[in-house]
């Protein structure tokens, strides 16, 4: 069964840090596209950043880009979202998602259309 699983949420003052994780059962992340995304009350889900699966480019959404960090460890099948100097506009359900789709271009790889398989959402609050 394929699934991803999501860890590491929680409420966290502004300024701090937390790393997320999201486990990996019945495929390899190696072989995907990966990516961590987020959604806030009555909000579109946005791309908060995403690995390309060959060259491992990564991109960062805007808001986040210099706080957080996205990476794979292959021995454990998991990967991470690092994030640092957190703000309450941060606060969100985080989503790790993968795709085993082809090539994809910069522009589509933090897309959410683009990713078949989503863990259940982690939830972070940052208060003020």
């Known amino acids: 069964q394929v699934q991803l699983v999501e860890s590491g949420g929680g409420l966290v003052q502004a300024g701090g840090s937390l790393r997320l994780s999201c486990a990996a059962s019945?495929?390899?992340?190696?072989?995907?596209?990966i990516g961590w995304f987020r959604q806030a009350p009555g909000k579109e889900r946005e791309g908060v950043s995403c690995?390309?699966?060959?060259?491992?480019?990564?991109i960062y959404g805007g808001s986040v880009r210099g706080r957080v960090t996205i990476s794979r460890d292959s021995a454990e099948n998991t990967m991470y979202l690092q994030m640092n100097n957190l703000k309450p506009e941060d606060t969100a359900v985080y989503f790790c998602a993968a795709s085993a789709a082809p090539e994809v271009g910069i522009l589509g790889l933090c897309v959410p259309s683009f990713y078949d398989t989503w863990g259940q959402g982690t939830q972070v609050t940052v208060s003020s």
């Open positions: 019945g495929f390899s992340l190696d072989y995907y596209h």
């Open positions: 690995m390309n699966k060959s060259n491992g480019i990564t």
